[in-house]
């Protein structure tokens, strides 16, 4: 993974990679770049809908409830369509930023801190947190059976079916990036890739967060891949940087090899700015 490709990145861009192969156990995972943590921007989305799924089924505290029809519709809202409004929303009925924590602490994400003020775009979390996020989604990992069979399955689900735009990043690693579900005659197929994408400018530098996690199948095998990177000059440099670091993971991953060296897109890391407002990009 010695790849490199610098062009249109800003002069302190980061990236850091988490992977492995959905059967793997953790300890077989891939995990390279920068160790930091990075702004989660709307792959913190995922981690809303869980929080909230964890709540309605009585693992953070109070009584087991129904997640309501209001609910589901801003959940779909929130991840097929990067909605902020509907993220806003659940954040609230996730129990906001203790919520967000709680579920953190019970899927052991060591890395992630949600913010405090409620701007959940300027969350951190590391790449490690992501794929550990990923496992849980799957029902891997530790703690397996900590989100219910039925609640994976819609999280998973809603990425599958997130708007083909918005289709980018670790799908790239994937064997030909379909951009919807098939049709159950074609369940023979690979599955749809299953996808959330984060991007933001930066108030402060106007440079540019690009995030992406996921599920992909590649070479006939699912992966889990979460991709986290700032500092680009552009969101298409950003971009394609993360598409890259996704496809050299896999290809590692595949090989049996972990060559250390720079990822695509890593330059040294450097000071990041800080947005204003609640809002983020996507």
């Known amino acids: 993974m010695n790849a490199r490709s610098d062009v249109g990145n800003g002069p302190s861009a980061r990236l850091a990679v988490a992977a492995q192969p ?16 990075f702004v989660a921007a709307s792959v913190m989305k995922v981690h809303i809908l869980v ?35 509907a993220a806003n929303a659940l954040w609230r009925a996730a129990g906001g930023a203790e919520g967000v924590a709680a579920t953190g602490r019970l899927l052991g994400l060591v890395g992630t801190r949600p913010a405090e003020d409620g701007r959940w ?25 900590v989100l219910a069979p039925g609640a994976r399955q819609w999280v998973r689900e809603l990425m599958r079916g997130v708007v083909d735009c918005q289709r980018w990043g670790v799908t790239a690693a994937g064997d030909g990036r379909p951009a919807a579900p098939r049709p159950s005659h074609e369940a023979s197929q690979p599955p749809p890739h299953e996808v ?5 400018p930066r108030t402060a530098t106007g440079l540019w967060v690009i995030n992406s996690v996921g599920r992909v199948t590649a070479a006939g095998r699912p992966w889990l891949l979460a991709v986290l990177s700032d500092g680009h000059a552009t969101a298409e440099a950003g971009i394609a940087a993360v598409e890259e670091a996704a496809r050299a993971a896999v290809h590692a991953l595949m090989d049996h090899r972990v060559v250390p060296g720079p990822l695509p897109g890593r330059r040294p890391a450097g000071g990041g700015g800080s947005a204003a407002g609640a809002g983020v990009a996507g």
């Open 22 to 37: 959905l059967a793997g156990e953790p300890a077989a995972a891939l995990v390279h770049g920068e160790a930091g943590s």
């Open 51 to 85: 929080a909230l799924l964890l709540r309605a089924q009585g693992s953070l505290g109070g009584p087991a409830r129904e997640v309501t029809a209001q609910e589901r519709t801003r959940a779909a809202a929130m991840i097929q369509h990067s909605d902020n409004d």
């Open 121 to 145: 775009g300027l969350s951190t979390t590391t790449a490690a947190d992501q794929l550990a996020l990923l496992r849980a989604v799957h029902g891997r990992g530790p703690g397996p059976r």
């Open 196 to 200: 959330k994408n984060g991007w933001l």
